[in-house]
């Protein structure tokens, strides 16, 4: 049998919901961990040194959500909708229990799936992403702002501000992930079309907009939690990430050092290693809970 890795998994596709959508699956057998995306991202803007480095250890689930690159359909304006179609392709997929990663707008979708589906998620982790109504979360923050609307001489290029500080070595840090980030050529995903980023920040702006008791909502997801962030992510502000931790009844929390929005990608290795090691621990009695 072979075994794929990132740059080898051939796209599949299984329907759900009126939606054809674009997966690939790869790494052992096990509880699959499913990875959702951040803002206008493919399956190919993941990291091969994180997917496959998750791989060694357990199956990897990529995916595009409705609307996103080769799936159909349309992206939906609300992360709720996002959520329920996320639930769809999962159990179109015939598994009854996953770990879920969700990265920024991707973990917007992964806490709505675990309070929503509580039975189909067993563990959660969250990156670069913040609770409902979250500090600066209700557009894009001033400093992502301009970091969007810039143009660039490589268009990747735009990935080094979002991700990574202008630190020296976070910079260092961002141009062997954006060689990484290219290493797939075949059967690569387009990028998104032009409807995509309006749906999802229109989606965004609901999920950040001002409401009452606004983390509440968090003591009704008891999944066990890795939350991990950048110490200074300007894209969604690193104090959303202490606010999940607080208020979700099982969580931790770790901040990589000199690290903006793409934390994951500037310490790789690490990451996967903070993973691992998380989704291979044994659940915590009730007792032992905050």
């Not at 992360?79 to 179109?92: D, P, R, S, T």
């Not at 229990?97 to 982790?125: H, M, N, Y």
Request: zero cysteines; charged letters at 20%; a negative charge.
């Amino acid at each position: 049998m072979i075994q794929h890795n990132h740059q080898t998994a051939p796209t599949q596709f299984v329907e759900a919901a009126g939606v054809r959508f674009a997966y690939r699956r790869f790494g052992k057998t096990g509880a699959p961990l499913v990875f959702n995306m951040h803002f206008t991202g493919t399956m190919d803007h993941w990291d091969p040194a994180v997917t496959d480095g998750l791989a060694h250890d357990r199956e990897v689930i990529l995916f595009d959500n409705a609307g996103i690159s080769r799936s159909s359909g349309e992206v939906p304006n609300s992360v709720e909708a996002m959520a329920a179609n996320a639930a769809a392709f999962i159990k179109a997929l015939g598994l009854a229990k996953v770990d879920v990663l969700g990265f920024s707008l991707g973990g917007l979708v992964a806490q709505e799936l675990a309070l929503t589906e509580p039975q189909l998620v067993r563990r959660l982790i969250l990156v670069g992403t913040g609770p409902r109504s979250g500090e600066g979360m209700a557009s894009l923050t001033p400093e992502a702002q301009p970091t969007f609307g810039a143009r660039y001489d490589e268009p990747d290029h735009l990935w080094l501000k979002v991700f990574f500080t202008a630190s020296e070595a976070s910079q260092a840090a961002g141009r062997a992930y954006l060689k990484r980030f290219r290493l797939r050529v075949d059967d690569r995903d387009p990028e998104v079309s032009d409807q995509v980023a309006p749906a999802q920040l229109e989606a965004l702006a609901k999920w950040g907009a001002p409401r009452e008791n606004q983390f509440e909502y968090l003591k009704a997801i008891a999944q066990p939690t890795l939350v991990v962030n950048g110490g200074t992510d300007v894209i969604v502000y690193s104090v959303n990430s202490w606010i999940l931790q607080q208020h979700l009844p099982n969580a931790q929390l770790i901040l990589y050092p000199d690290a903006n929005h793409g934390s994951q990608y500037q310490y790789p290795e690490r990451f996967v290693r903070h993973v691992s090691l998380f989704l291979s621990e044994e659940d915590a009695p009730a007792s032992a809970r905050r």
